[in-house]
């Protein structure tokens, strides 16, 4: 307990209290200091450990009411600060008196209207007094277990295990409603506003430990410390879930950045990669959160990608098994013993295929034997099951059929349901979903959920890794590096940057810089023919349009023309620039165009990426990427994850080129993005893959001050 930011003991205070005053406790219903009150004694929080604060009134609510927290005889866990923004820093200095722990600040009036010194001003105060603050702007906190609700939300949530946390108030609001329909159970529900002081992390963090919660929930717009949450979701993930909808996936076009990485990789996506790596589970709207919510609290992850689906109805199967198809969801096939076995649950025209259909006249017993069957299976990861309302069935039946099945298996292995028809499936769902089981109104959903239990599962058994030291020689490119940033460049130039890759192991062309007449012959023999040269300067970037660069140098001879034309053409068309030498590097043999390259996200850092050259990465945007520091297991998934990585792995009859290579300069271009904070961009592109081998044929690396700085 010490004060500090990342000291997260406060915030059982925060989430726990066992007092809570609120301070601007208002006379009138229709004000939100009332509105506060009225909600933690209707919570059923312990009326006599609520404090109302207000200096005109002597009781509210039937309790009694002090002129300020200095007056309340007993001590106080939480504050709930409900006056206007102006008078907030005064009675926050009361609350550091008084010897308050935490305190949420409901007033709006702070950095969301640019008023960013009233905000560092409120930090301050609570930092000092060793306080942390929720806030300010939020809807307030809310806490199902301790009946609290601290907050002007309509109501307290309903009991349960799923862990809320809101960027936006107002979808707290909208959503207590929502999950009171759905009959969703909350832990805890906490409106974040500003983030002036508790953030994501700082929760993320907390409610690893708390029992009630068993999957922590984020609605959020962005993160100010992408370090700091990746540290936390890098300790909790592994033990649980956390599943986030972010907003702001549609960001208008990728941020505009010089490297052509930089055009390719839009802040969302580094969110993307960043929760990738750290096991969150990214869900694209409100729905799918709270289904994979449900999924995740209630079932163990899909360990095993080989899922069957159990129906009564084709068309919800065949459904079920497209939307499997498209999220990853592999259907195993029906060993022979175990469709004997299947038989004995269906008519003589149903079907032990996968999906397997029990048909219309399917009953409680056939649904119960099915699932078990299935369940006691080895082969058997998962199981999805479909239930379609028939006139001969009554499906709160088959809701108890699978639940016993499920009661009595080793409850080792995930299901997901979908009950289809009306009310009376409705009433099935519900009570599915109260005996643990996670059960959906539409078969797509039930499958998202299994996708979901699949990506946790594949998180949870990968095999730890860690990213490798690679051996390279840092001081030269530190040396390059430096002296372009003394000299004030944005940039290395090509020949640099080439030395710079080949300091650290990217195999790139032989290369020499020619300051003078006499030693072209020399140099251009011991590079070996054919050759390219091109012009050597800081002051020149697109060598083409000056008449820079000659191809295709076949002798002695034609590197001396190419020599003399290029230095020709640079006084005429670039007369002030500082020529250095002209550069003879060797032309390599075509080969299949990849490219590797690394844009520094501001939130996260490095983000590395991988695509196929040419069309595939201008018009498919076909490119994966990953967040540094990057493991060889990563740098292998960032290949084949690209559609047309086949072609490296040999598709139809074309040879199989050498990925190991590529995985090394991905590598390479991970820790040298690590190790120099002010390369903010880095293009190796294209790199030309061979049978045997890799070589860069263009780099780029820009240079910068690192936003992150
Ligand atoms: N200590 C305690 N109470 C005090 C006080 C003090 N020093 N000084 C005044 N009060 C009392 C007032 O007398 C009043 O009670 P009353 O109605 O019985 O007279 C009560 O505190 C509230 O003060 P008031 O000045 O009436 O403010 P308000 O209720 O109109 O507005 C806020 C206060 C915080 C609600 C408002 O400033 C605000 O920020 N609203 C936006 C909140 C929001 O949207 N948050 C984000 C959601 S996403």
Redesign the pocket.
């Known amino acids: 307990m010490d004060g500090s930011p990342d000291d997260i003991s406060n915030l059982k205070y925060l989430l726990e209290p066992e007092s809570v005053a609120v301070?601007?406790?208002?006379?009138?219903p229709q004000?939100?200091?009332?509105q506060v009150l009225w909600n933690l004694i209707g919570g059923g929080f312990p009326r006599e450990k609520i404090f109302p604060?207000?200096?005109?009134?002597e009781e509210?609510l039937d309790l009694k009411c002090y002129?300020?927290i200095l007056e309340v005889p007993e001590k106080v866990d939480l504050a709930v600060?409900?006056?206007?923004?102006k008078?907030v820093p005064?009675?926050l200095k009361q609350c550091v008196e008084k010897g308050v722990k935490a305190v949420a600040i409901?007033?709006?009036?702070f950095g969301e209207v640019g008023n960013i010194a009233a905000e560092e001003e409120i930090v301050r105060i609570a930092r000092e007094g060793g306080m942390r603050l929720l806030?300010?702007?939020?809807?307030g906190v809310a806490n199902t277990h301790n009946n609290m609700n601290a907050s002007?939300c309509q109501a307290l949530p309903f009991k349960g295990n799923i862990a809320f946390i809101t960027q936006?108030?107002?979808l707290?609001?909208a959503l207590v409603g929502w999950t009171l329909l759905e009959k969703i159970g909350l832990s805890v529900l906490v409106?974040l506003?500003n983030k002036a002081d508790v953030d994501d992390a700082d929760l993320i963090l907390y409610l690893r430990d708390d029992p009630k919660t068993s999957v922590i929930t984020i609605y959020m717009e962005g993160l100010d410390d992408g370090q700091k949450f990746m540290d936390v979701a890098s300790k909790v993930s592994s033990q649980k879930p956390i599943i986030i909808v972010k907003a702001g996936r549609s960001e208008r076009g990728a941020k505009a950045a010089s490297s052509h990485t930089g055009s390719l990789a839009g802040s969302d996506i580094a969110y993307t990669a960043a929760f990738k790596k750290y096991g969150v589970l990214r869900a694209s709207n409100i729905q799918e959160l709270f289904d994979w919510a449900m999924a995740t609290a209630y079932m163990p992850p899909l360990k095993n990608n080989n899922v069957v689906i159990l129906t009564n109805g084709g068309g919800a199967g065949v459904l079920a098994t497209d939307e499997c198809e498209s999220s990853g969801i592999k259907l195993m096939d029906i060993p022979p013993k175990l469709a004997e076995e299947l038989r004995k649950y269906m008519p003589p025209f149903g079907s032990v295929g996968n999906p397997i259909d029990l048909t219309g006249m399917a009953t409680k017993e056939w649904y119960k034997g099915a699932l078990k069957a299935l369940l006691s299976h080895e082969d058997v990861g998962g199981v999805i099951i479909l239930y379609c309302h028939t006139a001969i069935t009554a499906p709160m039946e088959i809701a108890e059929g699978i639940i016993e099945a499920y009661e009595e298996s080793n409850k080792d292995k995930p299901i997901t349901t979908s009950f289809i028809g009306g009310s009376e499936c409705l009433e099935s769902q519900e009570h599915l979903r109260r005996n643990n089981i996670p059960s959906y109104p539409s078969p797509e959903r039930a499958v998202s959920a299994m996708a979901a239990l699949l990506e946790r599962g594949r998180y949870l058994m990968r095999p730890p890794s860690r990213a490798p030291q690679l051996e390279v020689d840092r001081a030269t490119a530190k040396r390059i590096i430096g002296k372009a940033l003394e000299e004030g460049r944005s940039a290395l130039s090509s020949i640099e940057a080439f030395q710079v890759a080949e300091a650290y192991g990217i195999p790139v062309p032989p290369l020499q810089v020619v300051k003078s007449r006499e030693e072209v012959v020399s140099v251009a023999r011991s590079i070996g023919f054919p050759l390219v040269a091109e012009i050597e300067s800081p002051d020149i970037i697109h060598k083409t349009d000056v008449g820079g660069i000659v191809l295709d140098i076949e002798n002695e001879d034609g590197a001396l023309q190419a020599y003399d034309q290029i230095l020709k053409n640079i006084k005429k068309n670039a007369p002030t620039a500082k020529v250095i030498g002209v550069a003879f590097r060797k032309m390599v043999e075509e080969g299949q165009e990849v490219l590797v390259g690394m844009h520094r996200d501001p939130t996260f850092g490095p983000l590395i990426a991988f695509g196929m050259g040419g069309i595939f990465v201008n018009i498919l945007k076909d490119v994966s990427f990953r967040i540094t520091p990057l493991t060889e297991m990563e740098a292998k998934e960032m290949i084949s994850e690209t559609k047309a990585s086949k072609i490296l792995y040999g598709y139809r009859g074309m040879e199989k080129l050498d990925i190991n290579s590529v995985v090394d300069v991905i590598l390479r271009v991970s820790q040298l993005a690590m190790d120099f904070k002010e390369i903010t961009g880095i293009d190796v592109n294209p790199l030309f893959v061979y049978r045997n081998g890799c070589v860069a044929v263009d780099v780029k690396i820009l240079l910068g001050k690192s936003e992150k700085e």
Do not use: C, D
Not at 23 to 28: P, V
């Open positions: 301070i601007g406790a208002s006379r009138n004000k939100i200091g009332y604060i207000n200096p005109k009134a509210i002129p300020s600060i409900v006056v206007p923004a008078i005064m009675v409901i007033s709006a009036g806030g300010p702007n939020i809807v002007f936006s108030g107002a707290a609001i409106s506003g």
